[in-house]
């Protein structure tokens, strides 16, 4: 019984020493890091176009939208003269037909039309070229393929009423961007202008609006 108490001590004790001892048996390990100090630095993606500030969360969804548009009305040129020769239409009073083609025409055409004015304005990506400051706009066209307006900072104008889907003019054309979604926000004041040093005195309230 002693000697296996003894036996008990010493293996505590060793356990012991050798725990205290992990800090000089167990060598330091330095990770080195891939950020040195202040060095990492955000960098915008750059093209030809200049550093991309902005890029819209929407523009899948404005495609899809404006493609499943197109797609339906297609199908609705197909389809029509079918229903109009199996239901009979096409026989009837010209009255008739008059109206049915008129209520199948306007979702047809009219629809897609209408999906584009609200949508052509919309922003899927702006790119700014901070030695001409100007910026370049990438926008869908009518035929669902990537449009470029190139323009300067001094054309950029504030609408006086706020509009729903105009967040600025650019050469008297709306765009619409979400504040939200600039990486940086100072590129989204220097693009409305917001960080111009502007000047203020009594005389400009007295003074009357030329216009």
Not at 156 to 164: D, E, L
Not at 172 to 189: C, H, K, T
Request: charged content about 10%.
């Amino acid at each position: 019984m002693a000697s296996c108490a003894w036996h008990v001590v010493f293996i505590s004790l060793l356990a012991q020493h050798y725990i205290v001892g992990l800090g000089w048996i167990l060598p330091v390990i330095h990770v080195p890091s891939c950020c040195p100090g202040s060095r990492c630095v955000f960098t915008a993606p750059h093209s030809d176009d200049g550093n991309l500030i902005y890029t819209g969360n929407l523009g899948t969804a404005v495609r899809g939208v404006k493609f499943f548009s197109y797609s339906t009305s297609m199908a609705s040129l197909l389809i029509v003269p079918q229903i109009l020769l199996k239901t009979g239409l096409g026989v009837q009073s010209i009255a008739l037909q008059a109206a049915f083609c008129g209520c199948i025409g306007f979702f047809t055409f009219i629809t897609p039309v209408l999906f584009h004015i609200v949508t052509k304005g919309y922003v899927v990506r702006l790119y700014h070229n901070p030695d001409r400051d100007t910026y370049t706009a990438i926008t869908y066209s009518v035929f669902l393929t990537e449009k470029k307006s190139v323009f300067h900072q001094s054309q950029v104008r504030i609408p006086a009423v706020s509009k729903m889907f105009t967040s600025f003019y650019a050469n008297n054309f709306g765009l619409l961007v979400n504040p939200d979604l600039f990486s940086i926000p100072q590129d989204y004041n220097h693009l409305m202008g917001y960080d111009k040093p502007f000047s203020f005195t009594m005389d400009d309230i007295h003074q009357p609006d030329k216009s």
